[in-house]
């Protein structure tokens, strides 16, 4: 069984709070988590949670990349803290809990704060994902939703445009895959469409996803309240 949440922002300790929901509701440990982009790679918070508190995650951990990373130290922080979780690179297949997965991070452009250069997703992208075989995909993970799903605008970002990035219908007709999960508009969504259920998660500390070898899914409601007076700062920082 695998847990899937989305927009951490560097609250790690909502990763293993979910988990332990998750186990409790099971009675059975998890293969693994994988967080849907905006995990918060940043120095200071990954080494306040890692190294100074000596702390780790409950059960292995999977992530890709969203929007609001530290793109500048990328590639250093997923190389000093890999004893911690595994990055899935762009275009990367992956089987976990045997389902053959295809990894997208990254985001539609939005402006300069929101979508650093390297954060946004570009046609060569999807051109790498096109690239593999097309049974290498029957689940896809992204932190943006393809566009023209029908996922909502939210409030004050009408002027960014339609949500989700272009390239995704591709990826579909490759792939033909069962299901597809995002994160990045921090709301539910849940639609299926010419086969494919696009799953949309909030953010990591309303609720997660769990998902079976056998691609049962089941979509939990399930809110942690953590200390973080810091968050509305942080967000406004990171562009919200």
């Given amino acids: 069984m695998i847990l899937l949440l989305s927009d951490v922002h560097t609250l790690f300790a909502v990763v293993n709070a979910q988990i332990e929901h998750a186990e409790r509701r099971l009675g059975r440990p998890l293969a693994a988590a994988v967080v849907l982009g905006d995990m918060g790679l940043f120095e200071p918070e990954l080494r306040r949670f890692f190294r100074r508190e000596g702390q780790r995650f409950a059960r292995p951990v999977f992530f890709l990349e969203g929007n609001h990373e530290d793109f500048d130290l990328f590639e250093h922080l997923i190389g000093k803290y890999a004893e911690f979780f595994t990055y899935l690179p762009r275009g990367a297949p992956r089987e976990i809990d045997g389902h053959r997965i295809v990894a997208l991070g990254g985001s539609a452009y939005m402006d300069p704060a929101a979508t650093p250069p390297k954060a946004v997703i570009a046609p060569e992208d999807i051109e790498t994902c096109l690239r593999l075989p097309s049974s290498a995909g029957r689940v896809i993970l992204s932190h943006d939703c393809p566009a023209g799903i029908g996922v909502p605008n939210t409030p004050g970002f009408e002027g960014y445009g339609p949500p989700g990035f272009r390239g995704g219908e591709r990826l579909v007709a490759h792939f033909k895959p069962k299901l597809w999960f995002f994160g990045h508009h921090h709301k539910w969504f849940d639609r ?15 609720g997660y996803a ?31």
């Fill in 210 to 240: 769990l998902l079976d070898p056998h691609r049962t899914l089941r979509l939990v409601r399930h809110a942690v309240n953590v200390d973080r007076p810091f968050l509305p700062g942080l967000l406004k920082m990171l562009g919200f």
């Fill in 192 to 206: 299926t469409t010419g086969g494919t259920r696009y799953v949309g998660l909030p953010q990591s500390w309303e």
